[in-house]
T-cell receptor
C-alpha cells in the first residue's frame, strides 16, 4: 500500500523558535497533501490543503504566516511552525493523495510538538 | 461546507458483543465515506470505506451501511475483541477526481471492549 512518512516523530522546542515538519510520500506521487492538527482527545482538524507547485489553501482561523506550508515536489510537503508558543503544542498529522486515488488519503505517523 | 456529526462519543461493550457507531453528513454531494481507527499516539488507519453507489460493504467483522436519502452512515463491528478498543472516526468528502477535496471528520467515538 501507499506509505507516507513524517519527520520528526516528536520535537520539543523553546517558545519563539521555529519548527519544520516534513511529510513524504515514499512510493507514490502525492498530487495533494493535507495537514491536520489534533489536540488530546479531539478529532483531526484540517489546517490546510497543499497542491504540488501551488500555494496552500488554509482553513478559516489558521494563520498562514504562522504555519508555512511548502509543497515543492510530488513527494514532499513541509509545515513550518514559526515563532512557536505553548498553545501550538499538538499532534500534527499529514496525509497524501495520489492521482489514482478516488478520495482515499494515506496518513503519516504524526509529529508530536511540545513548545516549552 | 460539509459537516459530519458522530455518535456516540464513547461506547463500552462486552467482549463478543456488537458495536455500532453512527454518523450523519450535511452535503448531499458527498460520495466517499471512510472509517478510521486511531490508537493512542498513532496515525489514523483506514478500516473500511464506502462510496455513494453502494448501500453496504462488509469486511470480516466490520461492515458499513450508507443511507443516502437520510444522509447517514454507520459502522458495525461484530464479535468485538479487546484489540478493537480505540478511537474511531468517520469522515466524508466529495470526490471529484481531482484529489484535492479534503476529508471532513466526525468528532470520534472512543470504543472500549471489556474482556
Amino acid at each position: 500500500g501507499a506509505v507516507v512518512s513524517q519527520h520528526p516523530s516528536w520535537v520539543i522546542c523553546k517558545s519563539g523558535t521555529s519548527v519544520k515538519i516534513e511529510c513524504r510520500s515514499l512510493d507514490f506521487q502525492a498530487t495533494t497533501m493535507f495537514w491536520y492538527r489534533q489536540f488530546p482527545k479531539q478529532s483531526l482538524m484540517l489546517m490546510a490543503t497543499s497542491n504540488e507547485g501551488s500555494k496552500a489553501t488554509y482553513e478559516q482561523g489558521v494563520e498562514k504566516d504562522k504555519f508555512l506550508i511548502n509543497h515543492a515536489s510530488l513527494t514532499l510537503s513541509t509545515l513550518t511552525v514559526t515563532s512557536a508558543h505553548p498553545e501550538d503544542s499538538s499532534f500534527y498529522i499529514c496525509s497524501a493523495r495520489g492521482r489514482a486515488a478516488r478520495g482515499e488519503q494515506f496518513f503519516g505517523p504524526g509529529t508530536r510538538l511540545t513548545v516549552l | 461546507g460539509e459537516n459530519v456529526e458522530q455518535h456516540p462519543s464513547t461506547l463500552s461493550v462486552q467482549e463478543g458483543d456488537s458495536a455500532v457507531i453512527k454518523c450523519t453528513y450535511s452535503d448531499s454531494a458527498s460520495n466517499y465515506f471512510p472509517w478510521y481507527k486511531q490508537e493512542l499516539g498513532k496515525r489514523p488507519q483506514l478500516i473500511i470505506d464506502i462510496r455513494s453507489n453502494v448501500g453496504e460493504k462488509k469486511d470480516q467483522r466490520i461492515a458499513v451501511t450508507l443511507n443516502k436519502t437520510a444522509k447517514h452512515f454507520s459502522l458495525h463491528i461484530t464479535e468485538t475483541q479487546p484489540e478493537d478498543s480505540a478511537v474511531y472516526f468517520c469522515a466524508a468528502t466529495r470526490d471529484r477526481g481531482s484529489g484535492n477535496t479534503p476529508l471532513v471528520f466526525g468528532k470520534g467515538t472512543r470504543l472500549s471492549v471489556i474482556a
